[in-house]
């Protein structure tokens, strides 16, 4: 019953991102579907944050650096209450509410203003120290592209977490082998053990099961920051989507998206 | 100067437990006394500047007010887009405080001096940018800083400077500093230059000619009303920095300048579009390549 419930929210996140990106002819989908499994297990069993709590200096924060991922966020926080679900119209079109990319203060919701890589682990490293010094409870929780790795900042905020002992720090990697131009355009076949190498605990799990995921985002070790490696598929769910550089830049057309649609609906 | 900011914001943070302080590595015999007194509000992020505003803007977000300190181009260029985004942006209340403005890191070569950073910084939408011109602007500048929300560039030079101000005189965040009134022509400096215009004047005084003179500690936001009482009064302006003539003190006030149909005209004294390769002390450098010289009479107008 659990499961039934959780595969027909994450299905129909999926609808209301390809909604979102036909409605208003943009794109990055690839880019959101290899997420909506992370986003559900993140907002529908770990994180304490809810529309109500967000002055709570105790509350969970999440920060999508991958915010080209936008549209899955926004359909994650829409689902949830935190604005209502017909602003999703007004994703990436004149006069919209939702950016491409996220501003905070855009929605409630967004923690986070993000979309030039690597921005958002330095930030939330930021919000787990602060949490430390006020003797602030939760955690703060950063998911980036693989892609984004490849950015020095990103590098400058894992040794310092670790070289602090940042343990309410959690970063999920969305590994989902594809980013601007391709594959394999830097080599980071041995991600999770650099991210060892720098004193971070480590897991790596299918990055498109919520079981799977939860064990890991509650799992970690006292002193240490956490780093899930979630293996996934761009584009996960849609056939022609799957693996496909593409959907980085297109939009369904309408044949598309009937298509798109018909699979979900199957599925 | 530096040693003002310091002792300034030590006594900040004692009554406001909101001050944090962060550094990219940079402060070795500066920044002790801060640490010291307040361990759990100062970090030492490692050279990894990036990374220090990120952090700066993630305690801000958590309601701290947060001073980043180092050398100019490590705290401005370095970590542009973060300061774009992760403090502009999001209107995050940081200040960056850096030190060695213009030539003042001198021998150390072009890699250390500070020549862009006004033009970059005040370009920022919600960003201020304050240059504060001897000890006692830094004292009043870094203890407005604190009551005034959101982000703001404090340049500063090194150390030794002396006090050109006395000490009742009224600087304010925003609105210019006259030091002296005047109605031949018009002296108006930003930061450590203001050492420098006070013995123009000094020597324009002994010419027997009277000029105003203006301290422009915050060119950002410019006090336009100053500029506009200057070309009300039909006095030409002199503008002293120790930065490009592109994009700083001297721009700002031509931009305003160039709303009135005036012929007030517009010296600008600075540093020309160019990279030393001068080896030398600031004042060396400026001997090298002819700079801050000081402008005849005739050239003025008078």
């Known amino acids: 019953m659990h499961e039934k419930k959780m595969n027909d929210t994450c299905k129909e996140l999926r609808k209301s991102v390809l909604d979102m990106m036909h409605y208003s002819k943009s794109s990055h989908i690839g880019s959101c579907f290899s997420i909506i499994e992370i986003l559900y297990t993140l907002y529908f069993e770990i994180l304490n944050t809810r529309p109500a709590n967000l002055n709570d200096p105790n509350r969970d924060i999440f920060i999508l650096s991958k915010a080209h991922a936008s549209a899955a966020l926004y359909a994650t926080l829409a689902f949830k209450g935190f604005f209502p679900r017909g602003w999703l119209k007004r994703y990436y079109i004149d006069d919209g509410i939702l950016p491409g990319h996220l501003d905070r203060d855009a929605v409630p919701g967004v923690e986070c203003s993000c979309g030039s890589l690597g921005h958002g682990l330095p930030i939330g490293l930021g919000m787990a120290i602060a949490k430390k010094t006020k003797n602030a409870s939760g955690k703060v929780f950063v998911l980036l592209g693989d892609g984004e790795c490849n950015e020095g900042s990103v590098w400058e905020a894992v040794m310092f977490a670790s070289t602090r002992k940042i343990d309410n720090l959690v970063a999920i990697i969305d590994f989902n082998h594809l980013q601007g131009m391709g594959a394999d355009v830097i080599d980071q076949a041995n991600l999770s053990e650099r991210f060892s190498a720098f004193g971070w605990h480590t897991e790596v799990v299918d990055g498109h099961s919520i079981e799977a995921l939860s064990g890991a985002l509650l799992s970690g070790s006292p002193g240490k920051p956490l780093v899930i490696i979630a293996n996934t598929v761009k584009g996960k769910g849609i056939s022609f989507m799957e693996g496909k550089l593409e959907w980085h830049y297109k939009s369904p057309n309408d044949q598309e998206y009937e298509q798109a649609l018909r699979e979900l609906e199957k599925s | ?302």
């Open chain 2, 1 to 302: 100067m530096r040693t003002t900011f310091i002792n300034t914001l030590v006594e900040l943070a004692r009554d406001d437990p909101s001050i944090f302080l962060i550094t990219p590595d940079l402060g070795y015999a500066v920044l002790e006394k801060f640490a010291k007194a307040f361990p759990d509000r100062f970090l030492n992020i490692g050279i990894a500047e990036q990374n220090a505003v990120g952090i700066a803007s993630g305690l801000a977000l958590s309601g701290y007010k947060v001073y980043m300190y180092s050398i100019i181009p490590f705290v401005t260029m370095r970590c542009f887009e973060q300061v774009r985004l992760d403090i502009a942006y999001m209107n995050t209340d940081v200040k960056l405080v850096g030190v060695g403005e213009g030539y003042s890191y001198g021998p150390a070569g072009a890699t250390h001096h500070a020549i862009e950073d006004i033009a970059i910084m005040r370009v920022l939408p919600n960003m201020k940018v304050c240059c504060p011109g001897d000890p006692y602007e830094v004292r009043k500048i870094v203890e407005q800083s604190a009551e005034i929300r959101g982000p703001m560039y404090i340049r500063l030079g090194k150390n030794n400077e002396p006090t050109i101000h006395n000490t009742t005189d009224n600087v304010t965040i925003g609105k210019a500093s006259v030091l002296r009134s005047g109605e031949d022509f018009a002296l108006v400096t930003t930061g450590n230059m203001l050492e420098l215009g006070a013995s123009w004047v000094r020597e324009w005084e002994a010419q027997g000619y009277n000029p105003e003179f203006v301290s422009m500690h915050t060119v950002k936001p410019l006090d336009k009303d100053i500029i506009t009482s200057l070309i009300a009064r039909n006095m030409n302006i002199i503008a002293l920095e120790e930065h490009s003539v592109l994009g700083g003190l001297g721009s700002a006030i031509s931009e305003v300048i160039a709303g009135f149909n005036t012929e007030v005209k517009l010296i600008e004294c600075g540093i020309p579009d160019i990279y030393s390769h001068y080896v030398g002390s600031g004042k060396a450098i400026a001997a090298h390549y002819g700079l801050f010289q000081i402008p005849s009479v005739k050239d003025v107008g008078l």
